[in-house]
């Protein structure tokens, strides 16, 4: 059984983690093993919940009140525990909605529940 409805509430929970800077929840919710390839490059480990938790200090995070929001998301079982996500989202902040970007991430499912493993997102193509 996949639990499929447990992984988008999981999802949903990581990025309210990620989109209000707690580094302790990501920590949760992410494997020790967790990196994030982007245009920016690569970030994983300690070194990246520091600098989340450096630019909240300093006032440069998302500010209170911005949302995740996905305009499409299927869920795609890769193996026994195993589920791919991908789609477009966004985040929309007070100040206006950031560009759509385009996301895969791998999550797995243990005993402690569903874990991220990987995120790569890029920003969507204009036409």
Not at 7 to 24: C, F, I, K, N, S
Not at 91 to 120: C, D, K, M, N, Y
């Amino acid at each position: 059984m996949l639990h499929l409805e447990e992984l988008r509430a999981t999802r949903t929970q990581w990025y309210e983690a990620y989109v209000a800077g707690d580094t302790r929840r990501l920590a949760e919710l992410e494997d020790a093993s967790f990196f994030v390839v982007s245009e920016a490059g690569i970030e994983a480990g300690a070194e990246r919940l520091a600098s989340i938790a450096s630019a909240v200090r300093a006032g440069r995070w998302f500010p209170a009140g911005s949302r995740t929001l996905d305009a499409q998301l299927e869920l795609h079982a890769v193996s026994d525990g195993i589920v791919s996500a991908r789609g477009l989202g966004r985040i929309a902040t007070p100040r206006g909605e950031l560009p759509t970007v385009l996301f895969t991430e791998l999550w797995q499912r243990s005993t402690q529940g569903w874990r991220a493993l990987h995120l790569h997102y890029h920003p969507q193509p204009r036409p």
